[in-house]
């Protein structure tokens, strides 16, 4: 069953939503109709998608605030004072456009959650996307999350439908310390989250 036609959320996601702090901010790109933005406000997240697609973002609009803009081709349309807004979570699957990294990254508060997962190279044996440019490389979100602390990452094959992808759950750097406060707990197992 392909989740993102559905709306049912990503497994990826939902299994790591546990290391966002709760009642945060999220911001879901590349939203779609915002299955994302359904399971993050359901949880009582204040959600904000940015898609292209009107009709997508009209639906998506049920969950939360969504940016309608072409952002391989438009400048990033949520600024403050010409730096990008920071969110407690960021959220991306499915898509893939390099050059917005580094935005990317820069969207994640500090000690906020990244969020990722797409295709992967060898999905191009399977089925679309198939071009390189919407394809992972092997490791290459461990590299874009350098300086990130990395609490999970999965590069492999799924079936159901099958392709390949590449995840990653990722702790931006800089969280306040506390002194004499134990560090946060990040759960591994779905326990946590069932």
């Not at 702090?21 to 359901?42: K, S």
């Not at 009709?55 to 349309?77: M, S």
């Not at 874009?144 to 439908?161: S, T």
Request: glycine content about 8%.
């Amino acid at each position: 069953m392909n989740s993102h036609a559905t709306g049912t959320p990503s497994d990826w996601v939902v299994r790591w939503t546990p290391l966002a702090a709760p009642q945060g901010t999220v911001l879901d790109v590349a939203c779609g109709a915002g299955r994302h933005m359904a399971w993050f406000a359901e949880q009582g997240f204040r959600v904000t998608g940015i898609d292209r697609n009107p009709a997508a973002a009209t639906a998506a609009n049920a969950f939360g605030q969504v940016v309608v803009v072409d952002i391989e081709n438009a400048a990033w349309p949520l600024l403050y004072k010409a730096m990008p807004l920071q969110f407690d979570v960021l959220v991306v699957t499915n898509y893939l456009w390099r050059a917005l990294f580094p935005t990317l990254l820069a969207s994640v508060k500090p000690g906020g959650v990244l969020l990722y997962e797409t295709f992967a190279l060898g999905n191009e044996t399977v089925g679309k996307p198939s071009r390189p440019d919407f394809l992972l490389c092997p490791g290459e979100l461990l590299q874009l999350c350098q300086g990130f602390r990395v609490v999970a990452f999965e590069d492999g094959f799924v079936d159901a439908p099958a392709r390949f992808v590449q995840r990653i759950a990722a702790i931006a750097p800089g969280a306040p310390a506390s002194q004499g406060v134990a560090p946060r707990r990040y759960p591994l197992s779905l326990k946590s989250v069932l």
